[in-house]
């Protein structure tokens, strides 16, 4: 894993006590309430990518046999007691949710049931009236449709590997609200202007991502510093 020291072994995990998961929605409460302390607009609970959310609802990463493993139900819960929590703390109009349906990161994988479970967490979070959802998106269109459809507050999809000029098309087609944007607003801090003006986007660094200092990070240029180097 990353540090701040460079990269480290990572420890062996263990389950979950149920005094464990108690402990960590509150952390999660508490991480929020420290969010919105420190002037942030909003939060987003990130229950996709491999990360502890996403670990419930996976069931080759989830062999737990009380009620927090087994059922889709069971699965969904601890994602949907944290959010729960995390509206009670700071309101549904600052929280928004990201979920990866059908992505392997880490080695975690849904299952047959994957589908049906998102189906049910989506139906669950719906009735929060949480401020958006987050759907990082690798291709099964039916449940893209199927989640349009049981979610009506703004809906955020983002499609790995987009093409630049497919960039409004889930919005086109009324299947997203909005259309979030990661490598491309990385590598080009005025980002806007140049969609709006058509202008070539910087090549991000790949090798720079997860690394430290100003490299890759707060270097890449704007099209007024290049113009200005060409003069």
Known sequence: MFTATGMQDIPVPRELSKEDIQTTIADFRKAAAAAIAAGADGVEIHGANGYLINQFIGESSNTRTDEYGGSIENRARFAIEVARAIVDEIGAERTGFRISPGTPLGGIHDGEQGPELYRYLVQELAQL????????????????????????????????????????????????DLVPVG????????????????????EADPATFFGHGSKGYTDYPTMNELASQER
């Not at 987050?134 to 790995?160: C, F, K, Q, Y």
């Open 129 to 176: 009236d949480l401020a958006y959802l987050h759907i990082m998106h690798l291709g099964n269109e039916e449940l893209l449709r199927d989640i349009r459809s049981l979610w009506t507050n703004p809906l955020l999809v983002n499609r790995a590997g987009r093409a630049l000029e497919d960039l409004s098309s889930d919005i086109d087609s009324g299947l997203a």
């Open 183 to 202: 490598v491309w607003s990385l590598a080009n801090p005025d980002l806007v202007e140049r969609l709006q003006k058509g202008a070539p986007l910087n």
